[in-house]
């Protein structure tokens, strides 16, 4: 890595203010960020990480302060930003999943055109994914649309780092990884050195703390609308960063034992297609799906989900509920309010004779949003008011506030803070232990390690079933590879 303190900035903030109503989404933010260096920013869900990307981005003018780009710009904003050479992988994906992979590319890179735009675009876009994810197993010709939401990611990073037009000079990493396994992350991580190594820079937004200390050179810490930190990546361990962000670490809650099972399994299937073992969960368990990305377990979500759902009749207390990790497609209802957004499951719950009971609703939300912490000014406020993670919090409480006994969790904590993690995963353990069951994919390998029982998958299959203590990181990995017999 080399950290080059003659050169200008590639970007400076300068007391960047920005406020949504009520909300100062940035109070007097002061950053700059130079050629060579990779920045790293943290903070809890709504602390301003995104607004901050947009004002560097030029998608977004400050109410107050300065953007000053390295390069004199002609343009202004989005065009400004794209001139001095600031690209940004947005933590919504931005890819168009009407078009194709290649499609997307020519989107994105409008330098891209001319005859034989396509061939040319193909072998730039796909060579940019054998380089940064060897064995991505992505066509050029692929529509966006049929992806899975690691694919999307991996395009959109491979796309925001083709060199078309001017030299790229800094990518705005926002949550890059969230969708990515172990292997994809890991993958990536190289490919930032190698990018910070040959003199780009980059600014690297992650929850993932051990991610964001082992990338990068400096890293700064937001809270509410402020940098209350600012420190060289060495000085702050992985419990510095937690306490600068305002959050403290909570030991971690025991497992259930397997002698605590009782009576049958409440839900069950058999294998997919005949080959490896079949699932069961019993009631208050929390049973972890692992595995390499993509290999199967979120099928198997749908298949438990699709096997225990009418499809024409809604009962009033559901078999399953369904926590969505693709949020945008499968979770939220954009034009909806936060606190319909929320209890839109539970209305039976909430009605008296096919009525609504607006005070209950109401105050199922305010209970809602202090237990889980989502941060609003107004539970009525469209649900894109709210930040990433908070939308994701919404989806949970969604789930946990319906009476349904067994909860289908599809990489659920995309986006979501240390912090409220941490509650999280003990509300799911003090919920467990009250008897409901949990099935829960996680692409984060500490998540997995807090089930009781884990199953891994590969190539469509249950591989290996993993109890209590042989719930290790080693194990998952090493199972991870193994062929379904
Ligand atoms: N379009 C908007 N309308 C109203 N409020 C908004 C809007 N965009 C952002 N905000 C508010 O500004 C604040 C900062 O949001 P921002 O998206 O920058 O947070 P963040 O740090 O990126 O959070 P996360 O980790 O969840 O992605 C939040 O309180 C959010 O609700």
Known sequence: MMMNGESPPVVSVTDARVSFGAVKALDGVTLSIRP?????????NGAGKSTIVNVINGGLSPHQGEVRYALPKTGRGIRAAREAGIRCVFQELSLCPNLTVVENTRVMHPDLNGWGWRKRGAEIITGKLDEIFPGHGIDSEDQVGTLTIAERQMVEIATTFCAVGNRVRLVILDEPTSSLDARLAEQLLA???????????????SHILSEILSIADRIVVMKDGRIVAERAALAFTEHRLIEAMGSVVKARQARQAASARDGAPLIALPPARDRGLGFQAFRGEIVGFAGLGGHGQTDMLIRLFNDRSGNWRQPS???????????AVNGTFSLWSILRNLTVGVLPDLSRLGTLDERREVDLGESWKSRIGIRTPDMDNGILSLSGGNQQKVLFARALASRAPVVLMDDPMRGVDFGTKQEVYGILREEATAGRTFVWYSTEMDEVCLCDRVYVFNNGAIVAELTGDAVTEENILAASFREAA
């Open 191 to 205: 490919y930032v050195r190698h990018f910070i190594a040959s003199g780009g820079s980059v600014l690297f937004i």
């Open 317 to 327: 207390t559901p078999e399953v509920a369904f926590v969505a990790g693709d949020r």
């Open 36 to 44: 060579g260096e990779c920045v790293g920013l943290v903070g809890h």
